[in-house]
Protein backbone atom coordinates (compact mmCIF):
# COMPACT_ATOMS: atom_id res chain seq x y z
CA UNK A 1 0.00 0.00 0.00
CA UNK A 2 2.82 2.48 0.53
CA UNK A 3 4.39 1.72 -2.64
CA UNK A 4 0.64 2.32 -4.65
CA UNK A 5 1.33 5.45 -2.86
CA UNK A 6 4.83 6.85 -3.55
CA UNK A 7 3.86 6.40 -6.93
CA UNK A 8 0.75 8.48 -7.01
CA UNK A 9 2.88 10.85 -4.71
CA UNK A 10 5.59 10.97 -7.51
CA UNK A 11 2.81 11.83 -9.92
CA UNK A 12 2.13 15.29 -8.49
CA UNK A 13 5.22 16.11 -7.24
CA UNK A 14 5.86 15.95 -11.12
CA UNK A 15 2.64 17.49 -12.31
CA UNK A 16 3.09 20.45 -10.11
CA UNK A 17 6.51 22.32 -12.22
CA UNK A 18 4.48 20.85 -15.75
CA UNK A 19 1.10 22.88 -14.52
CA UNK A 20 3.08 25.83 -14.01
CA UNK A 21 5.12 25.26 -17.98
CA UNK A 22 1.17 24.18 -19.69
CA UNK A 23 0.38 27.31 -18.14
CA UNK A 24 3.05 29.60 -19.40
CA UNK A 25 2.79 27.91 -22.65
CA UNK A 26 -0.43 28.59 -23.41
CA UNK A 27 -0.60 32.10 -21.41
CA UNK A 28 1.67 33.02 -24.29
CA UNK A 29 4.59 33.50 -21.46
CA UNK A 30 8.25 32.71 -22.33
CA UNK A 31 9.12 28.96 -22.14
CA UNK A 32 13.03 27.70 -22.50
CA UNK A 33 11.54 25.71 -25.32
CA UNK A 34 10.65 29.00 -27.40
CA UNK A 35 14.46 28.65 -29.00
CA UNK A 36 13.25 25.10 -30.92
CA UNK A 37 9.88 25.76 -31.27
CA UNK A 38 9.47 29.13 -32.24
CA UNK A 39 10.60 28.12 -35.40
CA UNK A 40 8.91 24.85 -36.10
CA UNK A 41 6.01 26.73 -35.03
CA UNK A 42 6.13 29.87 -37.26
CA UNK A 43 6.79 27.14 -40.60
CA UNK A 44 3.66 25.55 -39.93
CA UNK A 45 1.60 28.45 -39.19
CA UNK A 46 2.55 29.69 -43.13
CA UNK A 47 2.57 26.23 -44.20
CA UNK A 48 -1.57 26.17 -43.42
CA UNK A 49 -2.31 29.97 -43.54
CA UNK A 50 -3.26 30.68 -40.33
CA UNK A 51 -1.88 33.99 -38.29
CA UNK A 52 -1.15 33.34 -35.14
CA UNK A 53 -2.06 36.52 -33.43
CA UNK A 54 -5.62 36.92 -34.49
CA UNK A 55 -8.10 35.41 -32.15
CA UNK A 56 -11.61 33.53 -32.41
CA UNK A 57 -14.83 33.87 -30.08
CA UNK A 58 -15.95 30.63 -29.02
CA UNK A 59 -18.59 29.81 -32.36
CA UNK A 60 -15.09 30.10 -34.54
CA UNK A 61 -12.40 28.13 -31.97
CA UNK A 62 -15.52 25.10 -31.71
CA UNK A 63 -16.03 25.62 -35.68
CA UNK A 64 -12.10 24.92 -36.14
CA UNK A 65 -12.29 22.19 -33.92
CA UNK A 66 -15.24 20.37 -35.28
CA UNK A 67 -13.52 20.45 -39.10
CA UNK A 68 -10.63 19.54 -38.23
CA UNK A 69 -11.72 16.48 -36.51
CA UNK A 70 -13.88 15.60 -39.04
CA UNK A 71 -11.00 15.67 -41.87
CA UNK A 72 -8.89 13.81 -39.50
CA UNK A 73 -11.80 11.38 -38.63
CA UNK A 74 -12.97 10.73 -42.08
CA UNK A 75 -8.65 10.22 -43.25
CA UNK A 76 -8.42 7.41 -40.54
CA UNK A 77 -11.45 5.80 -42.00
CA UNK A 78 -9.88 5.74 -45.54
CA UNK A 79 -6.41 4.41 -44.52
CA UNK A 80 -8.04 1.48 -42.63
CA UNK A 81 -9.94 0.88 -45.26
CA UNK A 82 -7.67 0.63 -47.89
CA UNK A 83 -4.99 -0.72 -45.71
CA UNK A 84 -4.59 -4.11 -48.16
CA UNK A 85 -3.65 -1.42 -50.95
CA UNK A 86 -1.31 0.72 -49.23
CA UNK A 87 2.90 0.14 -48.11
CA UNK A 88 3.94 -0.81 -44.92
CA UNK A 89 1.80 -4.18 -44.48
CA UNK A 90 3.93 -7.36 -44.30
CA UNK A 91 1.81 -9.45 -43.27
CA UNK A 92 -0.62 -8.81 -45.78
CA UNK A 93 -3.25 -7.71 -43.72
CA UNK A 94 -7.15 -7.24 -45.52
CA UNK A 95 -8.74 -3.47 -45.57
CA UNK A 96 -11.07 -3.88 -41.83
CA UNK A 97 -14.44 -4.02 -42.55
CA UNK A 98 -16.59 -0.66 -43.09
CA UNK A 99 -18.62 -1.10 -39.66
CA UNK A 100 -15.67 -1.59 -37.73
CA UNK A 101 -13.43 1.10 -39.37
CA UNK A 102 -16.07 3.54 -38.44
CA UNK A 103 -16.00 2.58 -34.91
CA UNK A 104 -11.92 2.54 -34.86
CA UNK A 105 -12.20 5.76 -36.48
CA UNK A 106 -14.69 7.33 -34.05
CA UNK A 107 -12.88 6.01 -31.48
CA UNK A 108 -9.55 7.31 -31.95
CA UNK A 109 -11.09 10.82 -33.09
CA UNK A 110 -12.26 10.71 -29.64
CA UNK A 111 -9.29 9.90 -27.43
CA UNK A 112 -11.33 6.84 -26.43
CA UNK A 113 -9.59 4.28 -28.09
CA UNK A 114 -11.91 1.27 -27.93
CA UNK A 115 -10.78 -1.34 -29.90
CA UNK A 116 -12.84 -4.42 -31.18
CA UNK A 117 -9.78 -5.74 -33.05
CA UNK A 118 -6.93 -7.40 -32.10
CA UNK A 119 -4.21 -4.74 -33.72
CA UNK A 120 -1.19 -7.37 -34.23
CA UNK A 121 -4.38 -9.32 -37.18
CA UNK A 122 -5.96 -6.32 -37.71
CA UNK A 123 -3.75 -3.28 -38.87
CA UNK A 124 -0.78 -2.65 -41.06
CA UNK A 125 2.18 -0.87 -39.76
CA UNK A 126 0.99 2.16 -41.93
CA UNK A 127 -2.29 1.81 -40.19
CA UNK A 128 -0.91 1.43 -36.76
CA UNK A 129 1.73 4.69 -37.55
CA UNK A 130 -0.45 7.56 -39.65
CA UNK A 131 -4.05 5.96 -38.14
CA UNK A 132 -4.08 5.13 -34.67
CA UNK A 133 -0.69 7.46 -33.63
CA UNK A 134 -1.56 10.30 -35.30
CA UNK A 135 -5.16 10.45 -34.01
CA UNK A 136 -3.58 9.78 -30.25
CA UNK A 137 -1.76 12.64 -30.90
CA UNK A 138 -3.82 14.82 -32.33
CA UNK A 139 -7.28 13.83 -30.21
CA UNK A 140 -5.29 14.55 -26.77
CA UNK A 141 -3.89 17.74 -28.55
CA UNK A 142 -7.56 18.81 -29.43
CA UNK A 143 -8.84 18.22 -25.38
CA UNK A 144 -5.83 20.41 -24.50
CA UNK A 145 -6.64 23.02 -26.78
CA UNK A 146 -10.68 22.50 -25.08
CA UNK A 147 -9.26 23.01 -22.22
CA UNK A 148 -6.94 26.12 -22.51
CA UNK A 149 -10.25 27.76 -23.97
CA UNK A 150 -12.39 27.07 -21.08
CA UNK A 151 -9.63 28.62 -18.31
CA UNK A 152 -8.90 31.82 -20.39
CA UNK A 153 -12.87 32.25 -20.78
CA UNK A 154 -12.66 32.21 -16.82
CA UNK A 155 -9.76 34.23 -16.15
CA UNK A 156 -10.67 37.04 -18.64
CA UNK A 157 -13.65 40.08 -18.74
CA UNK A 158 -15.12 41.71 -21.62
CA UNK A 159 -13.87 40.11 -24.38
CA UNK A 160 -14.75 37.38 -26.67
CA UNK A 161 -11.65 36.00 -27.31
CA UNK A 162 -10.84 32.45 -26.23
CA UNK A 163 -7.48 31.99 -28.06
CA UNK A 164 -6.46 30.89 -31.43
CA UNK A 165 -7.23 27.16 -32.01
CA UNK A 166 -4.94 26.17 -34.31
CA UNK A 167 -2.29 27.94 -32.54
CA UNK A 168 -3.23 25.19 -29.22
CA UNK A 169 -3.31 22.33 -31.51
CA UNK A 170 0.22 23.24 -32.33
CA UNK A 171 1.68 24.06 -29.59
CA UNK A 172 -0.16 21.27 -27.84
CA UNK A 173 2.49 18.70 -30.36
CA UNK A 174 5.59 20.83 -30.14
CA UNK A 175 5.44 22.15 -27.20
CA UNK A 176 3.92 19.21 -24.79
CA UNK A 177 3.36 16.02 -26.77
CA UNK A 178 6.03 15.58 -28.76
CA UNK A 179 8.60 15.83 -26.80
CA UNK A 180 7.71 14.23 -23.77
CA UNK A 181 6.63 11.45 -26.16
CA UNK A 182 9.92 10.69 -27.25
CA UNK A 183 11.38 10.86 -23.89
CA UNK A 184 8.80 7.89 -22.92
CA UNK A 185 9.41 5.87 -25.87
CA UNK A 186 13.48 6.23 -25.68
CA UNK A 187 12.81 4.80 -21.88
CA UNK A 188 10.47 2.37 -22.80
CA UNK A 189 13.34 1.27 -25.75
CA UNK A 190 15.59 0.82 -23.31
CA UNK A 191 13.51 -1.42 -20.76
CA UNK A 192 12.68 -3.62 -23.24
CA UNK A 193 9.95 -2.15 -26.08
CA UNK A 194 10.28 -3.54 -29.38
CA UNK A 195 10.42 -0.65 -31.97
CA UNK A 196 10.64 -1.90 -35.79
CA UNK A 197 9.47 -2.04 -39.42
CA UNK A 198 10.24 -5.42 -40.22
CA UNK A 199 7.95 -7.97 -40.09
CA UNK A 200 6.68 -10.82 -38.24
CA UNK A 201 9.30 -12.73 -36.74
CA UNK A 202 9.26 -16.48 -37.47
CA UNK A 203 10.93 -18.66 -34.94
CA UNK A 204 12.01 -22.25 -34.29
CA UNK A 205 10.52 -23.41 -30.53
CA UNK A 206 11.98 -26.24 -28.92
CA UNK A 207 9.91 -28.63 -29.19
CA UNK A 208 10.43 -28.52 -33.22
CA UNK A 209 7.47 -26.53 -34.26
CA UNK A 210 7.60 -22.77 -36.23
CA UNK A 211 5.93 -19.81 -34.21
CA UNK A 212 4.98 -16.59 -35.88
CA UNK A 213 5.96 -13.64 -33.60
CA UNK A 214 3.84 -10.34 -34.30
CA UNK A 215 6.40 -7.02 -33.74
CA UNK A 216 6.53 -3.87 -34.80
CA UNK A 217 6.78 -0.09 -34.08
CA UNK A 218 5.55 -0.11 -30.54
CA UNK A 219 7.43 1.84 -28.17
CA UNK A 220 6.36 5.25 -29.93
CA UNK A 221 2.88 3.33 -29.86
CA UNK A 222 2.72 2.97 -26.64
CA UNK A 223 4.66 6.50 -25.34
CA UNK A 224 1.97 8.34 -26.82
CA UNK A 225 -0.76 5.75 -25.39
CA UNK A 226 -0.22 6.04 -22.17
CA UNK A 227 1.29 10.00 -22.41
CA UNK A 228 -2.25 11.31 -24.14
CA UNK A 229 -4.26 8.97 -22.27
CA UNK A 230 -5.56 6.96 -25.37
CA UNK A 231 -5.03 3.62 -24.44
CA UNK A 232 -5.48 1.56 -27.51
CA UNK A 233 -2.48 -0.51 -27.94
CA UNK A 234 -0.50 -2.32 -30.02
CA UNK A 235 -1.09 -5.62 -29.24
CA UNK A 236 -5.03 -7.28 -27.88
CA UNK A 237 -3.60 -8.09 -24.76
CA UNK A 238 -2.75 -4.26 -24.47
CA UNK A 239 -0.18 -3.58 -21.92
CA UNK A 240 -0.33 -7.16 -20.72
CA UNK A 241 1.42 -8.32 -23.09
CA UNK A 242 5.14 -8.29 -22.68
CA UNK A 243 6.10 -6.30 -25.88
CA UNK A 244 4.15 -3.62 -24.68
CA UNK A 245 5.05 -4.23 -20.81
CA UNK A 246 7.80 -6.07 -20.03
CA UNK A 247 8.80 -5.36 -16.46
CA UNK A 248 7.25 -3.80 -13.84
CA UNK A 249 9.90 -0.41 -14.32
CA UNK A 250 7.99 -0.32 -17.64
CA UNK A 251 4.68 -0.67 -15.61
CA UNK A 252 5.41 2.15 -13.32
CA UNK A 253 6.62 4.03 -16.34
CA UNK A 254 3.20 4.13 -18.09
CA UNK A 255 1.58 4.66 -15.08
CA UNK A 256 3.31 7.87 -14.68
CA UNK A 257 2.82 8.67 -18.30
CA UNK A 258 -1.02 7.98 -18.04
CA UNK A 259 -1.33 10.41 -15.35
CA UNK A 260 1.71 13.24 -15.99
CA UNK A 261 -0.45 15.89 -18.02
CA UNK A 262 -4.10 15.17 -16.50
CA UNK A 263 -2.48 15.84 -12.74
CA UNK A 264 -0.70 18.40 -13.84
CA UNK A 265 -3.42 20.34 -15.62
CA UNK A 266 -5.00 20.79 -12.20
CA UNK A 267 -2.22 22.94 -11.53
CA UNK A 268 -2.18 24.90 -14.77
CA UNK A 269 -6.37 25.65 -13.68
CA UNK A 270 -5.19 27.60 -10.93
CA UNK A 271 -2.32 29.36 -12.39
CA UNK A 272 -4.79 30.53 -14.85
CA UNK A 273 -7.37 31.26 -12.24
CA UNK A 274 -5.05 32.66 -9.70
CA UNK A 275 -5.43 30.22 -7.19
CA UNK A 276 -2.77 27.40 -6.28
CA UNK A 277 -4.56 26.89 -3.15
CA UNK A 278 -7.69 25.56 -5.18
CA UNK A 279 -5.25 23.31 -7.44
CA UNK A 280 -3.53 21.81 -3.92
CA UNK A 281 -7.41 20.74 -2.67
CA UNK A 282 -8.45 19.79 -5.82
CA UNK A 283 -5.43 17.31 -6.20
CA UNK A 284 -5.42 16.35 -2.63
CA UNK A 285 -9.28 15.38 -2.63
CA UNK A 286 -8.80 13.62 -6.55
CA UNK A 287 -5.27 11.93 -5.34
CA UNK A 288 -7.53 10.56 -2.16
CA UNK A 289 -10.27 9.29 -4.14
CA UNK A 290 -7.70 7.41 -6.51
CA UNK A 291 -6.04 5.69 -3.95
CA UNK A 292 -9.00 4.82 -2.21
CA UNK A 293 -9.90 2.87 -5.10
CA UNK A 294 -6.71 1.31 -5.88
CA UNK A 295 -6.84 0.06 -2.39
CA UNK A 296 -10.44 -1.55 -2.73
CA UNK A 297 -9.27 -3.52 -6.09
CA UNK A 298 -6.24 -4.90 -3.88
CA UNK A 299 -8.33 -5.71 -1.07
CA UNK A 300 -10.57 -7.67 -2.65
CA UNK A 301 -8.01 -9.09 -5.25
CA UNK A 302 -5.87 -10.34 -2.24
CA UNK A 303 -8.92 -11.67 -0.53
CA UNK A 304 -9.44 -14.01 -3.42
CA UNK A 305 -12.79 -15.61 -4.45
CA UNK A 306 -14.52 -17.10 -1.81
CA UNK A 307 -16.36 -19.76 -4.05
CA UNK A 308 -12.73 -21.19 -4.45
CA UNK A 309 -11.95 -20.89 -1.29
CA UNK A 310 -15.69 -22.66 0.28
CA UNK A 311 -15.41 -25.53 -2.42
CA UNK A 312 -12.09 -26.36 -2.55
CA UNK A 313 -10.45 -25.07 0.20
CA UNK A 314 -7.96 -22.71 -2.23
CA UNK A 315 -6.50 -20.06 -0.21
CA UNK A 316 -5.09 -16.42 -1.78
CA UNK A 317 -5.22 -13.81 -4.12
CA UNK A 318 -7.49 -13.71 -7.15
CA UNK A 319 -4.29 -13.81 -9.96
CA UNK A 320 -6.69 -15.27 -13.00
CA UNK A 321 -6.20 -12.50 -15.66
CA UNK A 322 -3.12 -10.94 -14.26
CA UNK A 323 0.34 -10.48 -15.09
CA UNK A 324 2.92 -12.23 -12.56
CA UNK A 325 5.35 -9.75 -13.13
CA UNK A 326 3.19 -7.34 -11.93
CA UNK A 327 1.59 -9.08 -9.12
CA UNK A 328 -1.43 -7.50 -7.29
CA UNK A 329 0.07 -3.85 -6.49
CA UNK A 330 0.86 -2.48 -10.03
CA UNK A 331 -2.24 -4.06 -11.01
CA UNK A 332 -4.64 -2.69 -8.27
CA UNK A 333 -2.67 0.71 -9.13
CA UNK A 334 -3.13 0.49 -12.95
CA UNK A 335 -6.83 -0.78 -12.89
CA UNK A 336 -7.98 2.23 -10.69
CA UNK A 337 -5.43 4.67 -12.76
CA UNK A 338 -6.24 3.59 -16.35
CA UNK A 339 -10.31 4.99 -15.65
CA UNK A 340 -9.56 7.42 -13.18
CA UNK A 341 -7.59 9.08 -16.03
CA UNK A 342 -9.64 7.83 -18.82
CA UNK A 343 -6.72 5.96 -20.27
CA UNK A 344 -8.31 2.68 -20.93
CA UNK A 345 -4.81 1.24 -21.24
CA UNK A 346 -5.05 -2.38 -19.21
CA UNK A 347 -2.47 -4.39 -17.52
CA UNK A 348 -4.65 -7.42 -16.37
CA UNK A 349 -8.15 -8.35 -17.58
CA UNK A 350 -10.60 -6.30 -15.75
CA UNK A 351 -13.66 -9.08 -16.88
CA UNK A 352 -11.41 -11.88 -14.26
CA UNK A 353 -11.73 -9.10 -11.23
CA UNK A 354 -13.96 -9.81 -8.48
CA UNK A 355 -17.23 -8.01 -8.77
CA UNK A 356 -16.41 -5.11 -6.22
CA UNK A 357 -12.80 -4.43 -7.77
CA UNK A 358 -14.75 -4.54 -11.16
CA UNK A 359 -16.85 -1.64 -9.79
CA UNK A 360 -13.85 0.52 -8.98
CA UNK A 361 -13.35 1.33 -12.60
CA UNK A 362 -16.81 1.40 -13.47
CA UNK A 363 -17.98 3.94 -10.54
CA UNK A 364 -14.60 6.23 -11.56
CA UNK A 365 -15.72 6.35 -15.51
CA UNK A 366 -19.34 6.86 -14.25
CA UNK A 367 -17.89 10.16 -12.62
CA UNK A 368 -15.38 10.92 -15.66
CA UNK A 369 -13.37 13.49 -13.06
CA UNK A 370 -11.37 11.64 -10.91
CA UNK A 371 -8.36 13.72 -12.73
CA UNK A 372 -10.29 12.32 -16.15
CA UNK A 373 -8.21 12.60 -19.97
CA UNK A 374 -6.66 15.07 -21.74
CA UNK A 375 -8.37 18.45 -21.25
CA UNK A 376 -11.51 17.38 -21.04
CA UNK A 377 -11.15 15.46 -17.57
CA UNK A 378 -10.28 18.82 -16.46
CA UNK A 379 -13.47 20.63 -18.15
CA UNK A 380 -15.51 18.00 -16.08
CA UNK A 381 -14.23 19.37 -13.13
CA UNK A 382 -14.69 22.67 -13.78
CA UNK A 383 -18.32 21.82 -14.96
CA UNK A 384 -18.95 20.41 -11.57
CA UNK A 385 -17.62 23.10 -9.82
CA UNK A 386 -20.06 25.16 -11.30
CA UNK A 387 -22.72 23.50 -10.02
CA UNK A 388 -21.63 22.71 -6.45
CA UNK A 389 -21.51 26.70 -6.39
CA UNK A 390 -24.75 26.64 -7.46
CA UNK A 391 -26.05 24.66 -5.45
CA UNK A 392 -23.96 26.15 -2.40
CA UNK A 393 -25.19 29.73 -3.30
CA UNK A 394 -28.60 28.48 -2.98
CA UNK A 395 -28.24 26.85 0.05
CA UNK A 396 -26.52 29.78 1.41
CA UNK A 397 -28.83 32.58 -0.34
CA UNK A 398 -26.62 34.13 -2.28
CA UNK A 399 -25.97 34.52 -6.26
CA UNK A 400 -23.89 31.97 -7.37
CA UNK A 401 -20.22 33.32 -8.35
CA UNK A 402 -17.31 31.66 -9.03
CA UNK A 403 -14.13 33.49 -9.52
CA UNK A 404 -15.27 37.22 -9.91
CA UNK A 405 -18.12 35.40 -12.61
CA UNK A 406 -21.80 35.53 -11.51
CA UNK A 407 -23.61 31.77 -12.56
CA UNK A 408 -26.71 32.64 -14.07
CA UNK A 409 -29.21 30.21 -15.73
CA UNK A 410 -27.76 29.96 -19.49
CA UNK A 411 -24.22 28.70 -17.69
CA UNK A 412 -26.34 26.30 -15.15
CA UNK A 413 -28.22 25.23 -18.56
CA UNK A 414 -24.98 24.30 -20.05
CA UNK A 415 -23.87 22.80 -17.24
CA UNK A 416 -26.91 20.83 -16.82
CA UNK A 417 -27.00 19.54 -20.50
CA UNK A 418 -23.21 18.71 -20.17
CA UNK A 419 -23.59 16.72 -17.27
CA UNK A 420 -26.69 15.04 -18.06
CA UNK A 421 -25.96 13.53 -21.43
CA UNK A 422 -23.05 10.90 -19.95
CA UNK A 423 -25.41 9.22 -18.07
CA UNK A 424 -28.17 9.28 -20.65
CA UNK A 425 -25.60 7.82 -23.52
CA UNK A 426 -24.78 4.84 -21.24
CA UNK A 427 -27.90 4.04 -19.48
CA UNK A 428 -30.30 4.02 -22.53
CA UNK A 429 -27.39 2.09 -25.08
CA UNK A 430 -27.37 -0.81 -21.98
CA UNK A 431 -31.32 -0.76 -21.77
CA UNK A 432 -31.28 -1.15 -25.56
CA UNK A 433 -28.65 -3.74 -25.91
CA UNK A 434 -30.37 -6.05 -23.23
CA UNK A 435 -33.69 -5.86 -24.82
CA UNK A 436 -32.29 -6.85 -27.91
CA UNK A 437 -31.39 -10.64 -28.25
CA UNK A 438 -28.93 -10.36 -30.94
CA UNK A 439 -26.88 -8.05 -28.35
CA UNK A 440 -27.53 -9.70 -25.67
CA UNK A 441 -25.98 -12.91 -27.63
CA UNK A 442 -22.54 -11.00 -27.89
CA UNK A 443 -22.36 -11.58 -23.52
CA UNK A 444 -19.30 -13.99 -22.81
CA UNK A 445 -20.71 -14.81 -19.39
CA UNK A 446 -24.34 -15.01 -17.79
CA UNK A 447 -26.24 -13.46 -15.44
CA UNK A 448 -25.33 -10.69 -13.33
CA UNK A 449 -21.83 -10.64 -14.54
CA UNK A 450 -22.84 -10.67 -18.26
CA UNK A 451 -24.66 -7.64 -17.83
CA UNK A 452 -21.84 -5.92 -16.27
CA UNK A 453 -19.79 -6.53 -19.70
CA UNK A 454 -22.40 -4.52 -21.45
CA UNK A 455 -22.79 -1.84 -18.70
CA UNK A 456 -19.01 -1.27 -18.86
CA UNK A 457 -18.97 -1.42 -22.65
CA UNK A 458 -21.17 1.66 -22.65
CA UNK A 459 -19.62 3.37 -19.85
CA UNK A 460 -16.17 3.31 -21.05
CA UNK A 461 -17.19 4.59 -24.50
CA UNK A 462 -19.47 7.52 -22.79
CA UNK A 463 -16.61 8.49 -20.96
CA UNK A 464 -13.82 7.91 -23.86
CA UNK A 465 -11.67 5.46 -21.81
CA UNK A 466 -11.77 2.05 -23.99
CA UNK A 467 -10.99 -0.40 -21.56
CA UNK A 468 -13.27 -3.40 -21.22
CA UNK A 469 -14.47 -6.03 -20.17
CA UNK A 470 -13.10 -8.56 -22.76
CA UNK A 471 -15.81 -11.14 -22.68
CA UNK A 472 -18.10 -9.05 -24.35
CA UNK A 473 -18.04 -9.37 -28.40
CA UNK A 474 -18.06 -6.28 -29.40
CA UNK A 475 -17.29 -6.94 -33.21
CA UNK A 476 -20.86 -6.85 -34.15
CA UNK A 477 -22.91 -3.89 -36.16
CA UNK A 478 -24.50 -3.31 -33.81
CA UNK A 479 -21.82 -2.94 -31.15
CA UNK A 480 -19.69 -1.14 -33.43
CA UNK A 481 -22.36 1.43 -34.50
CA UNK A 482 -24.04 1.66 -30.90
CA UNK A 483 -20.50 2.21 -29.11
CA UNK A 484 -19.17 4.91 -31.77
CA UNK A 485 -22.16 7.25 -31.48
CA UNK A 486 -21.89 6.62 -27.90
CA UNK A 487 -18.23 7.70 -28.20
CA UNK A 488 -19.07 10.51 -30.61
CA UNK A 489 -21.93 12.08 -28.12
CA UNK A 490 -20.18 11.84 -25.07
CA UNK A 491 -16.69 13.55 -26.40
CA UNK A 492 -18.05 16.56 -28.37
CA UNK A 493 -21.80 17.85 -26.60
CA UNK A 494 -19.89 18.24 -23.39
CA UNK A 495 -17.17 20.13 -24.85
CA UNK A 496 -20.14 22.07 -26.91
CA UNK A 497 -21.45 22.53 -24.05
CA UNK A 498 -18.18 23.72 -21.75
CA UNK A 499 -16.66 26.61 -24.60
CA UNK A 500 -20.74 28.02 -24.73
CA UNK A 501 -20.22 28.56 -20.71
CA UNK A 502 -16.43 29.85 -21.67
CA UNK A 503 -17.54 32.61 -24.25
CA UNK A 504 -20.69 33.66 -21.57
CA UNK A 505 -18.35 33.97 -18.69
CA UNK A 506 -15.39 35.91 -21.20
CA UNK A 507 -17.97 38.51 -21.66
CA UNK A 508 -18.54 39.14 -17.75
CA UNK A 509 -16.85 41.65 -16.09
CA UNK A 510 -15.50 40.28 -12.91
CA UNK A 511 -16.76 41.22 -9.82
CA UNK A 512 -14.60 42.43 -6.36
CA UNK A 513 -14.40 39.95 -3.72
CA UNK A 514 -16.19 40.46 -0.53
CA UNK A 515 -16.33 39.22 2.60
CA UNK A 516 -19.81 37.05 1.48
CA UNK A 517 -17.98 35.62 -1.38
CA UNK A 518 -18.06 31.72 -1.44
CA UNK A 519 -14.46 30.60 -1.21
CA UNK A 520 -14.29 27.78 -3.35
CA UNK A 521 -10.45 27.29 -2.68
CA UNK A 522 -10.91 25.64 0.67
CA UNK A 523 -11.54 22.18 1.64
CA UNK A 524 -14.19 22.83 3.07
CA UNK A 525 -15.64 23.43 -0.30
CA UNK A 526 -13.90 21.04 -1.78
CA UNK A 527 -16.05 18.38 0.54
CA UNK A 528 -18.91 19.48 -0.82
CA UNK A 529 -17.67 19.28 -4.57
CA UNK A 530 -16.84 15.77 -3.84
CA UNK A 531 -19.96 15.20 -2.05
CA UNK A 532 -22.06 16.31 -5.51
CA UNK A 533 -20.71 14.38 -7.80
CA UNK A 534 -20.72 11.66 -5.70
CA UNK A 535 -24.40 11.93 -4.95
CA UNK A 536 -25.56 12.54 -8.34
CA UNK A 537 -23.33 9.80 -9.17
CA UNK A 538 -24.81 7.59 -7.20
CA UNK A 539 -28.44 8.70 -7.73
CA UNK A 540 -28.05 7.76 -11.10
CA UNK A 541 -25.83 4.86 -11.48
CA UNK A 542 -26.69 3.03 -8.34
CA UNK A 543 -29.87 0.64 -9.88
CA UNK A 544 -27.68 -0.49 -12.65
CA UNK A 545 -25.00 -0.94 -10.45
CA UNK A 546 -27.03 -2.85 -8.17
CA UNK A 547 -27.72 -5.25 -11.00
CA UNK A 548 -23.89 -5.70 -11.97
CA UNK A 549 -21.11 -6.07 -9.41
CA UNK A 550 -23.57 -5.20 -6.46
CA UNK A 551 -25.60 -8.15 -6.72
CA UNK A 552 -22.74 -10.57 -8.17
CA UNK A 553 -20.88 -9.94 -5.03
CA UNK A 554 -23.86 -11.10 -3.11
CA UNK A 555 -24.60 -13.57 -4.95
CA UNK A 556 -20.70 -15.35 -4.72
CA UNK A 557 -21.06 -13.91 -0.30
Not at 272 to 288: E, K, N, Q
Amino acid sequence: MFAIFLVVLALVACGWPLGGYIYRTFAGERTWTDSLAVPVERAIYRLIGVNPDVEMDWKAYLRAMMVSNLVMALFAYAVFRLQAVLPLNPAHIPAMPPYLAFNTAASFITNTNWQNYAGEQSLSYLSQMIGITFLQFTSAATGLAAAMAFLRGMSRQKTDALGNFWVDLVRAHTRLLLPIAAILAFLLLALGVPETLSGPAVVHTLSGSMQTIARGPVATLEAIKQLGTNGGGFFNANSAHPFEDPSAWTCILEIMGMGLIPTALVFTAGYFLRSRRLAIVLCTLLGAILLAGAYLVYAYEAAGNPILAHALGLHGPNMEGKEVRFGLPLTSLFVAATTAYTTGAVNAMHDSLMPMSGMVPLLFMMFNLIFGGKGVGLLNILMFLIIAVFISGLMVGRTPEIFGKKIEAREMKLATAAMLVHPFVILVPTAIAMALPSARASMGNPGLHGFTEVLYAFTSAAANNGSAFAGLNGNTPFYNISIGLVMLFGRYVSIIAMLAIAGSLAGKARIPETSGTLKVDTFAFGYVFVAVFVIVGALTFFPYLALGPIGEQLQLG
